[in-house]
């Protein structure tokens, strides 16, 4: 089992920027996929991005591209998700995620093909 705990989360402005963090613990190398996941109230979880643990390969959805990166601190077990030209569409809780499992890039990207959750950190941006 692995245990995330995400932080970096608060209230900006349309426009901003934000890091969040993930670290992770426990039986971290059994990892295969980890991912960044998001929850608006009334709204069900999405994929947000995906990094392939062994190969640093990544996804995400066509909503973030080109805002958002994630990456990740091998040293530090620590996974990120940097948030640029944020907007208020952007705003819910961010979950950081992890995997077991070999994942299709699609499938990397939905959330039952993943088996660790973190408790969330919420993201509010304001216009």
């Known amino acids: 089992q692995v245990q995330l705990v995400e932080s970096g989360g608060g209230s900006v402005q349309a426009g901003g920027s934000l890091r969040l963090s993930c670290a992770a613990s426990g039986y971290t190398y059994s990892t295969y996929v980890m991912g960044w996941f998001r929850q608006a109230p009334g709204k069900e979880r999405e994929g947000v991005a995906s990094?392939?643990?062994?190969?640093?390969?990544?996804y995400y959805a066509d909503s973030v591209q080109g805002r958002f990166t994630i990456s990740r601190d091998n040293v530090k077990n620590t996974l990120y998700l940097q948030m640029n030209n944020l907007k208020p569409e952007d705003t819910a809780m961010y979950y950081c995620?992890?995997?077991?499992?070999?994942?299709?890039?699609?499938?990397?990207?939905?959330?039952?093909?993943?088996?660790?959750w973190g408790q969330g950190t919420q993201v509010t941006v304001s216009s």
């Open positions: 990094l392939y643990t062994s190969a640093a390969v990544t």
């Open positions: 995620a992890a995997s077991t499992s070999s994942l299709s890039a699609r499938s990397s990207l939905v959330p039952e093909r993943y088996n660790s």
